[in-house]
Every structure is written in C-alpha cells, then in structure tokens.
C-alpha cells in the first residue's frame, strides 16, 4: 500500500513536470507568434509612412 502511495506520487510528479514543459513551451510559442504579428504591424506602418 504505502509502496504503490510512493510509486503514483513518483509519478505524478513526473506528468506535472512535462505538462510544465509543455506549457513553458507552448508559451514561447504564443509570444513568438505575437512579437512577429507585432513586427508586421510596425513594418506595413513604416511602408506606409515611406509612401506618404
């Protein structure tokens, strides 16, 4: 019993880190995706500003 307790623990842990990992992950990718929608905006802004 006390054995099985240690192991699900073990374990749970290690599913907690991944899904850790795989949400830090996630994340980097949301703010490399919002910096590049950003980078658009300010570079159709500044060929707009060129035309003018």
Do not use: P, W
């Not at 290690?14 to 590049?36: G, M, V, W, Y």
């Not at 802004?45 to 035309?51: Q, R, S, T, V």
């Amino acid at each position: 019993g006390q054995v099985d307790m240690v192991v699900s623990r073990l374990e749970l842990k290690e599913k907690i880190a991944l899904l850790l990992k795989i949400f830090d992950k996630a994340k980097q990718n949301l703010r490399i995706s919002k910096s590049t929608k950003q980078n658009k905006i300010l570079s159709s802004n500044k060929l707009k500003k060129i035309e003018k």
